[in-house]
T-cell receptor, first 115, second 113 residues
Framework: GAGVSQSPRYKVAKRGQDVALRCDPI?????LFWYQQALGQGPEFLTY????????KSGLPSDRFFAERPEGSVSTLKIQRTQQEDSAVYLC?????????????FGDGTRLSIL | AQSVAQPEDQVNVAEGNPLTVKCTYS??????LFWYVQYPNRGLQFLLK??????LVKGSYGFEAEFNKSQTSFHLKKPSALVSDSALYFC???????????FGTGTRLLVSP
């Protein structure tokens, strides 16, 4: 079956522009996560959804970051008024159930470059 | 707070030799531990997990990991390395009360022919 799909794979934006990153999780997966991976670093948690409910957004670095999953499947991460420090790979992951022992399955990420 | 340490930025090993990639963790509750591998320009692929039970966990592609509670370690191992194992390896921990994964900084494994 299909894995986690993210689009676009690459995004270049000018500082100050708004961007939207899309994640299609594995069909039927209840949990969805967004992570930010800076160059040479491990992924860092941004936010977590269980179905359409955003249960944890403690990792969002500022109020310029916003995520939604309105129908409990596809999710969008939006960054407003982008800044150079937002340049990173944004990874989406999903897991079948809302259980701590479930592995998360990752997409290939969106590489965001802010000029 | 949860944390993971991967003390080695890079591990070099010759093909056919055993490999070990080190990981230590810190959590307040019961640890759920995971290993992932990342190839260039790709996302993370799940290798194996420890939740409870046997301290030796077997995973994908011949990898295994040993959970040691007293040393708070979860080292990744493979008896015989392949050149194709060359990649970036991440250890991650999840505190039982939380959903998010906390990752280490990663260890680059380089297997030479």
């Amino acid at each position: 079956g299909a894995g986690v799909s993210q689009s676009p794979r690459y995004k270049v934006a000018k500082r100050g522009q708004d961007v939207a990153l899309r994640c299609d999780p594995i069909s039927g997966h209840v949990s969805l996560f967004w992570y930010q991976q800076a160059l040479g670093q491990g992924p860092e948690f941004l936010t977590y959804f269980q179905n359409e409910a955003q249960l944890d957004k403690s990792g969002l670095p500022s109020d310029r970051f916003f995520a939604e999953r309105p129908e409990g499947s596809v999710s969008t991460l939006k960054i407003q008024r982008t800044q150079q420090e937002d340049s990173a790979v944004y990874l989406c992951a999903s897991s079948l159930r809302a259980s701590s022992n479930q592995p998360q399955h990752f997409g290939d990420g969106t590489r965001l470059s802010i000029l | 707070a949860q944390s993971v340490a991967q003390p080695e930025d890079q591990v070099n090993v010759a093909e056919g030799n055993p490999l070990t990639v080190k990981c230590t963790y810190s959590v307040s509750g019961n640890p759920y531990l995971f290993w992932y591998v990342q190839y260039p320009n790709r996302g993370l692929q799940f290798l194996l997990k420890y939740i409870t039970g046997d301290n030796l966990v077997k995973g994908s592609y011949g990898f295994e990991a040993e959970f040691n509670k007293s040393q708070t370690s979860f080292h990744l191992k493979k008896p015989s390395a392949l050149v194709s194992d060359s990649a970036l390896y991440f250890c991650a921990v999840r505190d039982g009360g939380f959903q998010k994964l906390v990752f280490g900084t990663g260890t680059r494994l380089l297997v030479s022919p």
